[in-house]
């Protein structure tokens, strides 16, 4: 029975076999309430049967528990929730009254935890109960004029602090978005009051200032600046006000009360207590730098919401997904919505500076739902990458990789079937056009998931496609045996290092016959090349057959490579033998990174070097090098946090255990009896040493963690100081190359617009010579081949300088948004390193708007 | 939403025989782990396209490819061990059940990679399935792990020496498992044979593992829940 009435509140609003298959939602509520006051019934009975405590636990504890969780995790039906809760009131006063307390406790603790989905989502639980005749509309409108004040205090420069408008905008947004769900009875019941309450938010809106969100927008208009656009605050009121002049009609808010309203204007309606919001985060500095830190802080904890409903859970989408999907296929609204799924979850997965669930998520929620809805959701799918597809060549660059390793791992769960007729004409496009990239990134990560053959296969309706797979992976040993060239020093050489190897030569001694027999005759440079492309042939089957050659004979390398111009040659050497996998390549010198065989800076200078460079636009190659470079330096340092924080818990023990052993032994010692007249330890000897060997082991243990808490944070500061010069050198290569090629700006201050197209393709291409860049001639001619242009309309006309300086400026704001925290601590050494000088305005603005920081003029870019 | 669905038992459904310890600790050693265990994989599935997935979920240390004890080939499961325990948590979540190399995949917690475990030991080449894409498979090696150069030899000079020189490594803590000495006893049988993709499989042929067969014979896994 028990089981029953928590089935009956999960699937309530479902069409499902709960329910007799039943979509009439008033029978749902009837059917739940019934069952509900049944179990309450009997269990009244059951008190008299002596099981008073566990019953009254069942009756007035879970169900109230279960009930808010419900509402919760599953806030779509909330509407549902509150009529029950409507019902239970005019049986059960107190029970309801509990339910209205327990949530504004919650909602209070949420405020001040900043839990921000909990919050909004309490205040649409508190509408739906207040249209349930629980709680009195009043209480309602006192919550949101709270809300109103605090937003309003926090943009006052006096009493508040700016930087944070965006947690008085959450406050306010929290009450417009739960106005769908309370709109019409507030309107009804307590029309001054609801009036007092818009008129607030009108000066609210009035009186805050612009979001201009270039920084987290997935794409990029032409000018990235746009003053005329609204922000995610001002359109949303304007919805609002278009839904209050319409009468408060939403199609895609349930409303179960009013069939109920004659039975549910018979209860008592209940207070609300009075909520506080935390005080605002007063500014602590007049610098620029703080503030602007400030700001970056409040962004990051309130973030700006995206143009979206939220009707459906995927934030507690976790392990039960499989219940997720179905909830979001039968969603308790009268019209079809996949379209705004699809919207929601692409919108997620693009969301910058982050997801709210790591990306790989996103393809297992589409999987399901594509499952889910076999009819309906595909072809949804398709619309969807078709639309972004069309706006690739805007989107931004991180938003790009995303949807790139999203796509291809979609296609792999599906038979990597895709029209990719549909695309062909893209091979005929410039080689740095962003659709032909995208395309030939999407074959390169779905080769790396599957094979070659069958990738070449899955394109075969569209053959022209076969020109963008990258080379079939394999190794390119310049050493390899054959009968032609076994002569050469090299392969002399090659052989007999392949042959201490195999003879399981110690390192030392291997390290010795480079010393003796290979450098004095050859050369460093030459042995490098040796030793390093016949480690990596040895280490070619797998990757762990490479990290196995690494672990075992990374020191030889070590040996050859102790500054950074060998590390360079070494990644050359790396690039050269896996010329036709950028997977093994980025693998290798990522490993690489981890035995400090190649340091990060050195991989910065490699990435920045000319033949990487000149990819910069035609490849994700080097960028994905460069990412996984920085990343793990990052990574290296949260481990290090964490382990530090861990050992000082662990010392924290450890200092107690050993305090306690001493004073048990000092105690132990104290205890003396008088023998012979003379005073004397009293306890036994044995016990004594016992308890010694315990005060020293704990003495020991504490002193052990003592230094390898000493130790770790020395390695910490390294690791800080490193990746502190990592962004000063990052950001150095950034200024040094995109200052070689930006147009400049023109005498009048013009700033060049770099999509400009068609009229500036000559002027690129000569530019581009003079930039060492060279238009791809096989192209050329492929181009002209193609019958009279039939695909003018694909065309795309943005020159190859130009789209080089889009796409690294692009990577430029994706590296500094996602590493804005990191960068902002150091942000005063970059000001007086970098960002020095005369700096190209594009360059400023693409690296400040992934700060969101305002410039000097006070204006964002 | 997953508080209201979840399901208790989910960790410690399978149980590790070889886990020498009581149930507490087993469940505490897989609540801990960053390892996790894929299973129902492709014979030809290489470690690169695990690493491309899995890679999705975080930072990889190592792969250990499960190996049939006498080809010293590939035998369709793998252990993928991350630095972080959220990492391996999100690889369960979210790479479980979903297609690698068109087989469903299955991936759970592991208790703790250790040297021995690699070697599956069921019947191997188990399905003899449908022949589907026959042409395109063929073209497929499978990888040879046995041959001169060996990642599960043991390595030759002393440990303490091979730590030496590298000071403080990026995620790379080398000695996460120490691998024991292990010699098979077949190494010149097996050496340099990179198998031609047509010669002498007929009787195991791993090929036949087509999409949707079941592999319960193979890994160690299955093995284990039904003793």
């Known amino acids: 029975m028990s089981a029953g009435w928590r089935t009956l509140l999960l699937r309530i609003g479902d069409r499902c076999p709960e329910y007799g298959g039943s979509a009439d ?152 978005a739960s106005l769908p769900w309370g709109g019409p009875e507030l309107f009804e019941q307590v029309p001054d009051e609801f009036e007092r309450v818009l008129v607030g938010i009108q000066s609210y809106i009035s009186i805050r200032r612009h979001f201009d969100d270039i920084a987290f927008s997935v794409f990029e208009t032409d000018e990235g600046h746009s003053p005329n656009k609204k922000d995610f605050m001002e359109d949303l009121w304007e919805r609002i006000q278009i839904l209050s002049r319409s009468g408060w009609k939403v199609k895609s808010v349930p409303k179960p009360h009013l069939p109920f309203e004659a039975q549910l204007v018979a209860g008592k309606s209940h207070r609300l207590s009075p909520i506080s919001c935390p005080p605002p985060n007063l500014s602590q500095t007049n610098s620029e730098i703080l503030k602007g830190q400030e700001k970056h802080e409040a962004d990051l904890k309130y973030p700006q919401r995206l143009r979206r409903l939220h009707i459906f859970p995927t934030n507690q989408a976790e392990d039960s997904r499989k219940e997720c999907a179905f909830y979001l296929v039968s969603l308790p609204v009268s019209f ?13 997965l693009l969301l910058l500076p982050n997801p709210p669930f790591r990306p790989i998520y996103y393809t297992l929620v589409i999987i399901d739902l594509c499952k889910a809805l076999p009819g309906a959701f595909p072809s949804v799918v398709v619309g969807a990458v078709h639309a972004l597809f069309d706006r690739i060549s805007n989107m931004d660059m991180e938003c790009r990789t995303r949807l790139i390793l999203w796509f291809s791992h979609h296609l792999s769960n599906f038979q990597f079937i895709w029209p990719w007729q549909e695309w062909s004409y893209v091979k005929d496009l410039p080689r740095w056009a962003p659709q032909r990239v995208f395309v030939q990134e999407v074959l390169e990560r779905e080769i790396r998931l599957s094979y070659f053959e069958k990738i070449k296969q899955s394109i075969e309706d569209a053959a022209e496609l076969e ?131 190649i340091s990060n800076l050195a991989i910065v200078k490699w990435v920045f070097s000319p033949a990487n460079v000149e990819q910069f636009h035609v490849s994700d190659r080097p960028w994905e090098i460069l990412r996984n470079a920085v990343s793990k330096t990052y990574n290296r340092i ?146 002209n081949s193609e019958p009279n242009g039939q695909n003018t309309k694909n065309d795309y006309n943005v020159g190859e300088l130009e789209q080089w300086c889009l796409c690294t400026l692009g990577y430029l704001k994706s590296f500094s948004r996602q590493y804005a925290t990191e960068i902002w601590s150091q942000i005063a050494m970059l000001d007086e390193e970098v960002f020095v000088g005369d700096i190209h305005p594009l360059i400023r603005k693409a690296a400040f708007s992934g700060l969101c920081r305002f410039t000097n003029e006070g204006s964002q870019l | ?109 592991d208790w703790g990679f ?12 188990g399905g003899y399935g449908k022949m589907v894409q026959k042409e395109l498979e063929a073209q497929r090696e499978l990888v040879d792990y046995g041959g001169a150069f060996q990642p599960n030899a043991p390595p030759p000079y002393e440990r303490g020496e091979r730590k030496s020189g590298y000071g403080d490594s990026y995620r790379n803590d080398r000695g996460d498992y120490q691998r024991k000495r292990y010699r098979n006893d077949d190494r010149s049988a097996a050496e340099g044979s990179r198998r031609a993709p047509d010669s002498d499989q007929a009787e195991k042929n791993p090929r036949f593992r087509e999409k949707g067969d079941s592999d319960e014979e193979d890994d160690d896994y299955d093995k284990r829940r039904r003793r």
């Open chain 1, 336 to 348: 079809r919505y996949e379209y705004l799924m699809a919207e929601t979850i692409f919108s997620q």
């Open chain 1, 467 to 597: 020109e963008l797979l990258p080379p079939k992976a394999g190794p390119n040993f310049k050493f390899l045996s054959d009968e032609s060239t076994e002569n050469t020093d090299g392969h002399k050489l090659s052989k007999e290092l392949v042959g201490m190897v195999r003879g399981k030569k110690n390192v030392r001694d291997i390290i010795l016959w480079v010393e003796e027999h290979v450098i004095p005759t050859n050369g460093a440079e030459f042995a490098l090349d040796v030793v390093s492309q016949t480690l990596l042939d040895i280490g070619s089957k797998s990757f762990t057959h490479l990290i196995t050659v690494l672990e075992r004979y990374g020191q030889i390398i070590s040996k050859l490579c102790p500054n950074e111009e060998m590390q360079l040659l070494l990644m050359d050497e790396v690039g050269a033998y896996w010329k036709n996998s950028t997977q093994m390549t980025a693998i290798a010198i990522d490993r690489m990174m981890g035995y400090r065989l």
């Open chain 1, 25 to 176: 939602h008033k029978e749902h509520i009837e059917t739940c309430y019934g069952v509900l006051s049944r179990e309450y019934e009997h269990s009244r009975e059951a008190i008299f049967e002596l099981k008073y405590l566990e019953v009254l636990t069942e009756i007035f504890f879970l169900p109230k528990q279960f009930l808010l969780e419900c509402a919760e995790q599953l806030p779509h039906k909330i509407p549902f929730f509150g009529v029950l809760v409507g019902l239970i009131n005019l049986e059960n006063e107190d029970f309801a009254k509990d339910i209205v307390d327990t949530t504004q406790a919650k909602l209070q603790d949420a405020l001040h935890s900043e839990n921000r989905d909990r919050i909004r989502i309490l205040l649409r639980f508190l509408s739906g109960l207040m249209c349930s005749k629980v709680v009195v509309p009043n209480s309602i409108v006192e919550t949101f004029e709270t809300l109103l004040s605090s937003a309003a205090t926090i943009l006052d420069e006096e009493t508040g602090n700016p930087s944070w408008q965006p947690r008085a905008d959450f406050y306010v947004y929290c009450i417009l």
């Open chain 2, 114 to 125: 250790e040297e021995g475990r690699q070697w599956g030991r069921g019947r191997s080449g």
């Open chain 1, 638 to 783: 949260s481990d290090l946090r964490k382990e530090i924080q861990s050992l000082k818990k662990g010392l924290q023990v450890a200092k107690e255990v050993s305090a306690k052993a001493t004073k048990e032994l000092e105690e132990a010692k104290s205890v003396l009896e008088i023998v012979e007249g003379q005073p004397a330890p009293a306890e036994r000897p044995g016990r004594l040493r016992r308890l010694q060997a315990y005060a020293d082991k704990a003495k020991k243990e504490e002193v052990t963690t003592e230094e390898s808490l000493e130790a770790k944070g020395a390695l910490l500061a390294r690791a800080l100081e490193e990746s502190k010069e990592l962004l000063k050198l990052l950001f150095k290569r950034f200024v040094d190359v995109l200052t070689e090629r930006l147009p400049a700006v023109s005498a009048d201050g013009e700033i060049p617009n770099l999509r400009a197209g068609y009229q500036n393709v000559n002027f690129a291409a000569q530019d581009l010579e003079t930039a060492t860049m060279e238009i791809d001639n096989e192209n050329g001619a492929d181009k």
């Open chain 2, 1 to 109: 939403m997953a508080s209201l669905f979840k399901d208790p038992s989910k960790l410690s459904a399978y149980r590790d025989r070889r886990f020498p310890g009581t149930q507490e600790e087993y469940e505490a050693a897989l609540q801990a782990s960053t390892t996790v265990y894929i299973g129902n994989m492709s014979f030809y599935t290489t470690e690169e396209q695990a690493y491309e997935l899995f890679s999705r979920a975080g930072e990889i240390k190592k792969i250990i490819m499960g190996l049939d004890k006498n080809s010293k080939t590939p035998c369709g499961f793998c252990f993928v061990l991350y630095y972080s325990r959220e990492d391996a948590e999100d690889a369960v979540k979210y790479i479980g059940g979903t297609m690698l190399d068109d087989r469903p995949i299955r991936v759970d917690f």
